[in-house]
């Protein structure tokens, strides 16, 4: 049986008859003795975070205030150089910190890309997990509706503390002996939302070297001139974003910048980065890791 996506666990929590027989499952906080505080408005704590077991395996935090980026650094006998910074998702109130997150970040240090865990900041969502799971779903089912208006959501926190991430790594580049010329994100559902922001955003100094778009809005009809390399990915049958046209992808084809686009026939939304088992959506990361090969960005540096 296929794992369910947090698109259907959220579906099934919030119908009535679900939300009577369980809840959304408090945890303790995910231990994280790595994470790297980034700049922060005065106040911002950790206490702030409510965490959730969203389903098995799959903790999720919300109310995040306080930035922080944790490094997954690969065997340095494997290690290329590159490093991403990985972006969950959420749709700007919860993230997914294992399936879109820290499995994602093991999977790539296992390919000798070092890794780094963004936990961005969060709209305010209320404590009592019924509460959260209406405001969750009214933000999800918005999306179907309006594919222009989730396209244009904005979430100027996020993309600074995806600046912020990505400033970082590269100026500590020397101490992780990674290349700061082949820095860049992964992004996921809002994660990917965060990094095209930070894309159109940011001046060309401070661009990622590439980016990941997994399951983000396709409905983007603009590239910036600067752009840099797009790896776009999302289902077919994503209840969200469900595409018909890829109107991103064609922008980047317009503007000369270097675009692939995998749009799978199954897979749903929030498959997260290892893939939704019995689809196709299980070679994601393969096709990530050999597009940046291509791309040249995992070539070691000659000493």
Request: charged share 15%.
């Amino acid at each position: 049986m296929r794992k369910a996506t947090i698109w259907t666990t959220l579906v099934a929590l919030a119908c009535p008859v679900a939300a009577a027989a369980q809840s959304l499952a408090p945890i303790e906080a995910m231990p994280d003795p790595a994470a790297i505080a980034l700049p922060a408005p005065k106040g911002a704590s950790r206490s702030s975070e409510v965490w959730n077991m969203l389903q098995a395996g799959n903790p999720v935090v919300r109310n995040v205030t306080q930035p922080t980026v944790t490094p997954v650094l690969p065997d340095p006998a494997k290690a290329t150089g590159a490093a991403v910074i990985v972006a969950p998702g959420g749709g700007f109130l919860m993230l997914s910190m294992q399936t879109e997150g820290f499995a994602v970040a093991k999977a790539l240090a296992d390919r000798g890309i070092a890794a780094f865990v963004l936990k961005y900041r969060l709209e305010p969502t209320p404590v009592e997990g019924k509460a959260f799971l209406a405001a969750m779903m009214a933000r999800f089912q918005a999306a179907p509706k309006d594919p222009a208006a989730a396209a244009a959501m904005r979430h100027p926190d996020a993309a600074a503390d995806a600046l912020a991430a990505l400033r970082l790594v590269r100026s500590r580049a020397g101490e992780w002996k990674l290349d700061p010329a082949r820095v860049g994100l992964i992004g996921f559902s809002a994660g990917a939302m965060t990094a095209l922001e930070l894309v159109q955003t940011a001046p060309a100094a401070d661009q990622p070297a590439f980016f990941g778009y997994v399951y983000g809005p396709q409905a983007i009809d603009t590239a910036p001139a600067h752009a840099p390399p797009m790896f776009d990915a999302i289902a077919f049958d994503d209840p969200l974003f469900r595409p018909v046209t890829f109107p991103i992808a064609a922008a980047w084809q317009q503007a000369k910048r270097p675009v692939e686009l995998h749009a799978y026939q199954k897979g749903g939304h929030g498959f997260g980065g290892l893939g939704a088992p019995g689809t196709t959506t299980t070679l994601l990361l393969d096709q990530f890791t050999a597009w940046l090969a291509m791309q040249g960005f995992l070539k070691k540096a000659t000493q």
